[in-house]
């Protein structure tokens, strides 16, 4: 028989080799083929993972082979396990095969080496960890690092100190010296206890070695040792012996002392070292800095020695601080968060004193400088601030009348405390000084300096008291009439009356006195009368002094006489004003002139009256014939033709007649509300009538005009709905009913259902509606509507109320109504209805699974956004799902519709589910449902998030239920850790094990540190771990404003069975870092003019977001700056940035363009509402929760005079200089005017004194004009004469000079001229720029007379045309309006107007639309207003713009052309063509008689070459004073200018001699001229 068996029955191999071969051995011969069967098993190594497996696989023997060889694969599976496995190989014969059998060794075993090996190592991700004193139990994860594992290892774990001092068993233990990593658990925890003592050691070390006598495990070298850094939390205390340390200046030195306090495990190097404070090192003391330790049971008290200076500096107490600071480079070891342990106070106390006293003892202050400044000073220098006490008291001058601050006490006294600082040598005390408008006495008190209790170091001096007297400043008017009086030679006397104002107040011991005097003119003293010179004495019950002046009637024949009655203030000065101060009188000789006055000094009309009838008197003599008067008018604030027309120029008084009563004028009713108007009339002499007849007293009269308008202010509209959400809503009110004053009512709310500052803004505002001719004006005011966030169901409404301003602060001319009748119909009241924007929403809170025998279950539902105003009822159910919880008691008792309110202020309510503990095993959860509802469904504005949540009961009876014991937990971000517990119930005496750990995040290591710990639960009996906690460290970064954050805890089954009822939580962690917000400063202030207060506001700390806040501004009681007046009451928004401390906010301030205001008006700042549910606070009492802000005024008043250059003939008999103020002022104020000589001569020429007073009115910016009386002399030789006039203002800020300080008047002879062109003189000047014959640049001024009501064409060519209406004012023709049409360079037409009527405001039209505007330019036509000029520039045919000036007076406008007029043939300017002619200018030759009146030097012969007819030729005199902007000279050739202009060749031009129909237009834009054709082809008006 044939036998197959194995060659071996043992085959090892190496799993790296890769196959193993087996071999199969024949003895015996065959002849045939014979085959075996080889079949594998599995023994400890298995088919695939190990080796190949071979089934049934078949060996066939051929008669030649003894053996075969069979190679089976072996795999390299890459786990570690173990040393050796092992498989069997079977030898089988199949069925059928005959003659052969297996041997012996039918079976073998192969055996297969392991040859794999893992990596293990710390898994921290560093060589080295920091870990705090207290932490209880440091773990640290080992695990496998490369490698798997298929059995378990073992590694050891060894401790060992560092050098760095961490003991063994003191300052750490090891708790698991032994771990076990395998398949299922590749990593675990070592823990290590970390020892918490009570030792100062700073920051210790020890290593963690990781090693294994498993030869399948390597040890990663760079993971095998694991150093620790133990940081102390002992603190390191350091406190001074004293605090603080006191030391006289003279005690040489002073020994400092500092201990340790606890226990100090080292020796601990420190520095002590002094620090500047008030007091300095080298001149008060010196710096010491020395090195000291402390040294453990040794030396725990530490002293320094520093020497005190002894200066001769008077500086009271002084301090300097001495610190102990640890070295910058042991911060590192020792929990402190400032190098600085501990600080210490040395005050020096000064052994010398300081003198304080008076600098001066006399001081004398006008009434009206607002305040006196009382200096103080301190002898010798000093270091350190001083207090005093100034002691008031009262005199003549009573605190609270006369000054302030006033006494409050009985006695008169007040005790004041002033500052002396260290760094000046004196100090201001300011006292106010009270500006009364009583007349009187010089009167004074007294100022007592005191030290302050608080003031250490100082003695007074000698001058400890000081007088303070006020020298009055009010003035009392005085007036005396009659003014230019004639009377009969034989009336013995003319008596003057001189009188006082009646309204002002004198003090009982007040004497104001005035000086009479006469002054003999051509009659003489006492052949005509009997000079009188005495001084009056005013007091304060004397009004009038009457003081005759007598009159000698003698018997000579002779013409009228004339002397002066002059009133002066006496020498050393006066406190009166004289409002007249000369009076003409003209003594008549007996016979019988005919003297003629007015019957009133004063008319009162009202405005519908129609026509004005005045009274003209004949007071003296008898006339056989008819007398015959001028009259005339002259405008004050009533205008001609706005408010009234002359009638009648012409009054005759019948014969044998002494009165006479007509209808001279008729007033203008127009609709305008106005001020109550005047104008004055004149009566006048005409030629025929002179020498018999006289002017009278009462030769002019004043007549007033009463308005009879009204306007009424009404709100637009009855009601107004606005959207909560709107943020404010704009209500209009409306003027209705023109008026040329201001109209000013108040708009006030009134709470109706909503609520002031809840709802809405509670405010009371004044709004002014400026001076307009419109007959309907409107202006918007805002309301601010508070968007509360809280749900209301119904619209709220509250109301907007008119009434009448009163002066909010009783100054004069700020909001009073200024005249006429303001009725606030139809609507003083308007009504504001809120429709309420918010919604509200709720939902039901998610319910966390519950066990079986809870017994009940909470569902809860929460108010999720919005706030409630209104109750909200909801309808709630349980309902049941297919195969899951059964209600009606089987497993929970069931809800049907119950009712649930939510009240305002709900945010949460709740209803209880009860749960049947059945105690049976069953499914292990089963579920059920809750549906919420809103009842009834279709209350608007209320939803539901969630309106379905599930219930989930887990089954107690049938296993173990494992659950982390809260669904949240909340812990505030300082409380250092926050302890997760897990509980385990039904699980009798089984164990789980269970990993509780911290879910990755963005806030890993920033918010918490991740966190994984194995818990073992159950056991049952007495060592039962059901219920366990783990603690997670949470990192406090001190960042305000972050709120919430959250991270989540989650469970993991690491062995045995259990069923999770919660393995999921959430830890929120609250941010408890208050953030202090405050002001940056205690106050502010800002100008008026720049609109915004610059405030800024700080905080304390970094932020995770912006933190937005509100500024709120607000009135100060009393108030000194008015609300909705002065400022804006409208919150600000700031932001503040998160890592940036401060931020700024512009509160808006309100320029109200008025002068003269006075010292600072201060309002509140306040903080509006802080960020909702954050922590921001404000800030302690000792910043600034609160801030102030003070508004200057920095509005400038301008004054100046109203022309530069007055022109008067001496027939005239007076002139009138009038000044006038920029803006409206807070105040009145009055303005002195200087007359300075000149070639005219005082007494000769004008009768003046040397000084005027005007008066400027607070709430009008109308000129005010003083009278200088011009005395006729009839010499017919005299040239023109010149005298001028400046003005002084008074000593007080706000006030400036204007451009025309100063005035020139130019006193033109009663003689007829040689030649004055054709015009009347003193008409309006109009330049025009001439091209010279030599080249040079010059100009001719030429005038032009006009005619009452008619245009006249001023300049014109195709591109552009100018023309002007005409006026008749007094003697004169004046232009008032002018009219500009004007091409742009894109060929658009349009025109311009400038008129007096608008208040010179030009209006501007063009493609069918006007604009009245301040500025104006459009395709190179501009049009800009600056103050009462106008400049107009337009492009003139695309040739050099040409540039003109429209100036406006009270009574004319100037017009002026400065360059640009074109040169061709068919231009047009003024009267002629001028500019396009040669004009020569050439110095006077003097010869013949054409010199006889003129300086030669001045003078210039200016020939004109005309193109109508021969040249002409002028002596004229060069003028030096230009117009403003101007520059090059002007040649008048006007007698008014320049002086009279001489002709020198004959005949007359024709264009300028001949009438002025051919310069006559029809209207004032119309475009045809004699002369030229405005191009109407390229466009159409």
């Not at 601050?405 to 405390?417: A, D, H, K, M, N």
Request: net charge negative.
């Amino acid at each position: 028989v044939l036998q197959i068996e194995f060659s071996s029955s043992m085959e090892t191999v190496g799993e790296v080799v890769g196959s193993v071969t087996v071999e199969v051995v024949k003895v015996g011969e065959n002849e045939r083929p014979v085959g075996v069967v080889l079949s594998t098993l599995n023994g400890t190594a298995f088919a695939p993972g190990d080796f190949t497996a071979q089934e049934q696989l078949l060996l066939t023997f051929n008669a030649s082979d003894a053996s075969l060889s069979i190679a089976i694969a072996i795999a390299r599976d890459g786990l570690v396990e173990a040393a050796e496995e092992a498989f069997g190989a079977v030898l089988s014969v199949p069925e059928g095969e005959g003659g052969v059998a297996l041997g012996t060794l039918r079976e073998a075993t192969v055996t297969i080496t392991d040859s794999d090996f893992v990596t293990v190592g710390f898994s921290v991700g560093s060589e080295s960890v920091n870990v705090s004193e207290g932490v209880g139990v440091l773990n640290v994860m080992v695990g496998v690092l490369s490698g798997r594992l298929a059995r378990g290892v073992s590694l050891g774990i060894e401790a060992v100190g560092s050098n760095n001092g961490a003991t063994a068993g003191s300052d750490f233990s090891i708790i698991s010296p032994m771990i076990v990593l395998d398949s299922s658990t590749p990593q675990a925890l070592a823990s290590v206890a970390i020892t918490d003592d009570l030792l100062v050691e700073g920051r210790e070390g020890f290593s963690l070695t990781l090693s294994t006598t498993d030869q399948s495990v390597v040890v990663a070298r760079n993971s095998s040792v694991l150093a620790v850094e133990i940081d102390d939390n002992d603190p390191v205390r350091v406190a001074f012996a004293l605090q603080p340390y006191r030391v006289e200046e003279t005690g040489g030195s002073v020994l400092v002392q500092a201990s340790f306090l606890g226990q100090l495990e080292r020796p601990l190097q420190v520095s002590m070292e002094t620090q500047d404070e008030t007091a300095l090192a080298g001149s008060d003391y010196t710096p010491v800095s020395v090195s000291l330790v402390f040294v453990p049971n040794s030396t725990l008290l530490l002293e320094a020695s520093v020497a005190i200076l002894d200066d001769d500096i008077g500086e009271g107490f002084e301090t300097f601080a001495v610190q102990v600071l640890l070295p910058s480079n042991d911060r590192h070891y020792y929990l402190v968060t400032d190098l600085l342990l501990a600080e210490a106070t040395v005050e020096i106390a000064d052994n010398e004193d300081v003198v304080i006293e008076f600098v001066d003892t006399q001081y004398q202050v006008v009434e009206g400088s607002n305040f006196v400044d009382l200096l103080i000073s301190k002898g010798g220098r000093t270091q350190q601030d001083f207090l005093v006490t100034v002691v008031l008291i009262d005199g003549e001058a009573i605190g609270g009348l006369d000054f302030s601050p006033f006494p409050q006490s009985e006695s008169g006294q007040v005790f004041l405390t002033a500052l002396l600082p260290s760094n000046a040598s004196q100090a201001r005390f300011g006292v106010v000084i009270r500006d009364d408008s009583i007349v009187e006495q010089p009167e004074s008190f007294s100022a007592h300096l005191q030290l302050h209790p608080a003031t250490q170091g100082a003695v007074l001096g000698t001058r400890t008291q000081a007088t303070v007297s006020i020298l009055d400043n009010d003035v009392l008017d005085v007036t005396f009439s009659p003014l230019n009086v004639s009377v009969l030679e034989n009336s013995s006397q003319v008596v003057f009356t001189v009188s006082r104002d009646r309204d002002a107040v004198l003090s009982p011991d007040a004497r104001v006195r005035v000086h009479f005097q006469t002054i003999p003119a051509t009659a003489s003293d006492p052949a005509d009368f009997t000079g009188v010179s005495e001084t009056l004495t005013f007091t304060n019950n004397v009004f009038d002094i009457e003081v005759s002046v007598p009159i000698v009637d003698d018997s000579t024949l002779e013409s009228a006489e004339t002397f002066e009655a002059v009133l002066s203030l006496p020498p050393g000065g006066s406190s009166a004003r004289l409002l007249e101060n000369s009076s003409l009188v003209t003594i008549l000789d007996n016979d019988e002139l005919s003297i003629v006055g007015f019957s009133s000094t004063n008319y009162t009309v009202g405005e519908s009256q129609g026509e004005i009838v005045l009274e003209v008197l004949k007071l003296t003599g008898e006339s056989e014939r008819d007398v015959s008067l001028l009259v005339t008018s002259m405008d004050s604030t009533a205008t001609m033709p706005e408010d009234y027309i002359i009638t009648q120029s012409r009054v005759v008084l019948p014969s044998r007649s002494n009165r006479v009563s007509l209808p001279l004028f008729r007033v203008i009713d127009d609709s305008l509300l106005e001020a109550l108007e005047s104008f004055v009339v004149e009566l006048g002499i005409p030629d025929e009538e002179k020498g018999s007849v006289l002017l009278g007293e009462q030769s002019n009269t004043t007549v007033f005009i009463q308005d009879n308008d009204s306007v009424n202010v009404t709100f637009a509209l009855e009601q107004y709905v606005v959207p909560e959400g709107n943020g404010s809503v704009y209500v209009a009110v409306e003027r209705v009913g023109g008026a040329e004053v201001t109209v000013g009512v108040v708009v006030s709310t009134l709470a109706g259902s909503a609520t002031a500052n809840l709802d809405f803004a509670n405010a009371s505002q004044v709004l002014l509606f400026p001076p307009s001719v419109e007959p309907r004006v409107q202006m918007l005011i805002e309301v601010e509507i508070i968007d509360d966030g809280v749900y209301e169901q119904q619209p709220e409404d509250f109301f907007l109320q008119l009434s009448l301003p009163a002066d909010p602060r009783g100054e004069e001319g700020r909001v009073e109504q200024e005249v006429g009748v303001v009725e606030l119909i139809p609507l003083s009241r308007t009504t504001i209805l809120i429709q309420d924007n918010d919604a509200i929403e709720f939902a039901l809170v998610e319910v966390d699974p519950v066990v079986e025998s809870v017994g009940s279950v909470s569902v809860c539902v929460v108010r999720t956004e919005g706030m409630l105003g209104d109750a909200v009822t909801f309808l709630l159910s349980t309902r049941e799902l297919i195969g899951e919880a059964l209600g009606g008691g089987v497993d929970f008792h069931q809800l049907f519709g119950i009712q649930l309110t939510f009240e305002p202020g709900d945010t949460e309510r709740c209803v209880s589910v009860f749960i049947v503990d059945d105690a049976r095993a069953e499914s292990p959860a089963e579920s059920f449902e809750v549906t919420l509802e809103v009842e009834p469904p279709d209350v608007g504005g209320v939803s539901v998030t969630r309106d379905t949540v599930r219930v989930t009961i887990f089954d107690d009876d049938s296993g173990a239920l494992v659950s982390i014991e809260q669904a949240r937990y909340e812990v505030y971000e300082d409380a250092g850790a926050v302890s997760v517990c897990v509980n385990m119930s039904g699980s009798g005496s089984q164990t789980v094990a269970i990993n509780l750990s911290t879910s990755d995040s963005n806030f890993t290591n920033v918010l918490f540190v991740p966190t994984s710990a194995v818990l073992i639960l159950g056991g049952g009996g007495e060592d039962d771990a059901s219920y366990q906690c783990v603690s997670i460290p949470i990192l406090d970064n001190q960042v305000g404003l972050e709120g919430e954050r959250s991270f989540a805890v989650s469970l993991a089954l690491v062995a045995g069975a259990a069923t999770f009822v919660r393995p999921e939580s959430v830890v929120t962690v609250l941010d408890d870092d208050e953030v202090l917000v405050w002001f940056e400063q205690e106050h502010y202030s800002a100008s008026e003019g720049s609109g915004l207060a610059r405030v800024c506001v700080l905080k304390d700390r970094n932020t995770s977001h912006p933190l937005l806040t509100t500024l709120v501004p607000f009135q100060l009681s009393p108030p000194t700056a008015i609300a909705g007046v002065d400022f804006a009451v409208n919150p600000v928004s700031v932001s503040l940035p998160p890592s940036f401390p401060t931020a700024c906010a512009g509160l808006v301030l309100v320029d109200n363009k008025v002068g003269l205001e006075g010292g600072e008006r201060t309002f509140g700042v306040g903080f509006g509402q802080l960020p909702v549910g954050s922590a921001v606070a404000m800030a302690a009492p000792l910043q600034h929760s609160n801030t102030t802000v003070s508004i200057l005024d920095d509005d400038i008043v301008l004054v100046e005079f109203t022309e530069s250059d007055y022109v008067v003939n001496e027939r005239d008999g007076a002139v009138a200089v009038c000044v006038q103020k920029s803006l409206v002022t807070a105040q009145s104020f009055s303005v002195r005017l200087l007359v300075t000589e000149d070639t005219a001569e005082a007494g000769v020429d004008f009768i003046s004194p040397l000084t005027l007073d005007v008066l400027l009115t607070a709430s009008s910016t109308s000129p005010a004009c003083a009278e200088i009386t011009i005395i006729h002399d009839s010499d017919q030789l005299e040239t023109d004469e010149l005298f001028q006039v400046e003005f002084v203002l008074p000593n007080r800020s706000g006030i400036l000079a204007g451009l025309v300080s100063t005035a020139t008047i130019t006193i033109t002879p009663d003689v007829i001229p040689i030649y004055v062109n054709d015009t009347v003189m003193g008409d309006p000047l109009f330049t025009v720029p001439l091209r010279l014959e030599n080249g040079s640049s010059g100009a001719l001024c030429y005038e032009i007379h006009g005619r009452a009501d008619t245009v006249f064409s001023l300049i014109s060519d195709h591109c552009t045309l100018v023309n002007g209406l005409y006026r008749s004012y007094r003697d004169l023709m004046v232009i008032t309006v002018i009219a500009v049409r004007a091409l742009t360079n894109g060929g658009q037409c349009l025109t311009v107007k400038v008129s007096l009527e608008d208040a010179c405001i030009p209006s501007v039209s063009a493609n069918g639309t006007t604009v009245s505007t301040q500025f104006f330019s459009i395709g190179g036509v501009s049009v800009r207003k600056l103050q009462n000029k106008v400049r107009i520039s337009v492009p003139n045919c695309g040739n050099q713009n040409l540039v003109m000036w429209v100036t406006c007076h009270s009574e004319m406008v100037e017009f002026l052309v400065t360059r640009g007029l074109n040169l061709s043939p068919t231009s047009h300017g003024l009267i002629g063509q001028f500019w396009n002619v040669h004009v020569m200018a050439v110095p006077l030759i003097p010869e013949g008689p054409t010199t006889s009146y003129y300086l030669e030097e001045d003078l210039y012969v200016v020939t004109v070459h005309s193109m109508t007819g021969s040249p002409r030729a002028f002596v004229a005199e060069k003028y030096p004073r230009s117009w403003r902007k101007r520059k090059e000279t002007c040649f008048y050739a006007g007698s008014s200018q320049g002086g009279s202009v001489t002709e020198v060749m004959q005949p007359n031009d024709p264009v300028i001699e001949g009438s002025y129909r051919d310069y006559i237009v029809s209207e004032l834009f119309a475009s045809y001229f004699l002369y030229s054709q405005f191009n109407e082809t390229v466009c159409a008006f």
